[in-house]
């Protein structure tokens, strides 16, 4: 017999042709599942450094941010700024960025990426770019329109 609290759609399935609809709470639970696992899959797209996920996502952060305080990396990465002065540390000890003095206020210290930092964030961005639309090419136009349409359900999501 089959437990109905722990059904969910099959893929490719619609609520019509479903017994039930899953829940909000299983929806929920299905969608972080699925975004946890391609994003871990993406994380195994990147160039082979020895940077950690968070030194890599904190490069991300100043590459496409451009120079940065310790302070606001801090808040872009959820940690606190002794945390984050790690990661910087770890980042400049490597060569893939540096420090510099604000040039309108002396007290501040910006943090920039390197010539090599910014080719380690160019190729990973690269690779996983390329995993992805290789999968994308995979799919049917209604697949990707719904991806699509995903996308910017998600990034509401997040901005919420």
């Not at 309108?104 to 920039?112: A, F, M, N, Q, T």
Request: with cysteine; charged share 25%.
């Amino acid at each position: 017999m089959t437990d109905v609290a722990h059904t969910t759609l099959s893929p490719g399935s619609s609520p019509a042709t479903s017994a039930r609809r899953p829940t909000l709470a299983e929806q929920s639970s299905e969608l972080r599942i699925a975004i946890m696992r391609l994003a871990r899959r993406l994380r195994q797209e990147r160039t082979e450094t020895e940077l950690s996920a968070s030194q890599f996502s904190t490069l991300g952060w100043i590459s496409s941010e451009g120079p940065l305080t310790i302070g606001r990396l801090a808040d872009l990465e959820r940690v606190t700024a002794p945390s984050m002065n790690r990661t910087v540390n770890c980042l400049v000890d490597a060569g893939y960025a540096t420090r510099a003095t604000a040039p309108d206020d002396g007290r501040k210290v910006l943090v920039s990426t390197t010539e090599s930092g910014e080719a380690i964030i160019r190729e990973t961005r690269r690779r996983r770019d390329a995993w992805l639309a290789k999968r994308f090419a995979a799919l049917t136009p209604a697949e990707r329109e719904t991806l699509a349409d995903a996308t910017t359900i998600l990034g509401r999501i997040i901005d919420q």
